[in-house]
């Protein structure tokens, strides 16, 4: 299985800047694309970034230019660094990460237990 542990989140002030990480550990062949996604009270799951194991990103429109997300695969760990933030962005943000269990098994999605962020002045 794959445990996916979140740190990173807090309360910072409008325009400022929180760091997110995210480190997947257990028993696994392989890792694949690892993601964020937030979800706001009252609102559906949303992606805000991910990115694949060779580095290619996507981004959602709303954080493009002021989010930037990025890995780590020797240490199994993406990272989503969070500038100029705006009240619209407090959510809980979790972690995503697609991976195989072994070579014989599909890739399956995994969650974190999630992380708050509260963009308030």
């Known amino acids: 299985q794959v445990q996916l542990v979140e740190s990173g989140g807090g309360l910072v002030q409008p325009g400022g800047s929180l760091r997110l990480s995210c480190a997947a550990s257990?028993?696994?062949?392989?890792?694949?694309?690892m993601g964020w996604y937030r979800q706001a009270p009252g609102n559906q799951r949303e992606l805000v970034a991910r990115?694949?194991?060779?580095?290619?990103?996507n981004y959602a429109d709303s954080v493009k230019g002021r989010f930037t997300i990025s890995r780590d695969n020797a240490k199994n760990t993406v990272y989503l660094q969070m500038d100029s933030l705006k009240p619209e962005d407090t959510a809980v943000y979790y972690c995503?990460?697609?991976?195989?269990?072994?070579?014989?098994?599909?890739?399956?999605?995994?969650w974190g237990q999630g992380t708050q962020v509260t963009v308030s002045s």
């Open positions: 257990g028993s696994f062949f392989s890792l694949y694309t």
């Open positions: 995503n990460a697609n991976a195989r269990i072994s070579i014989t098994q599909a890739a399956s999605s995994y």
């Open positions: 990115i694949a194991s060779g580095g290619t990103t």
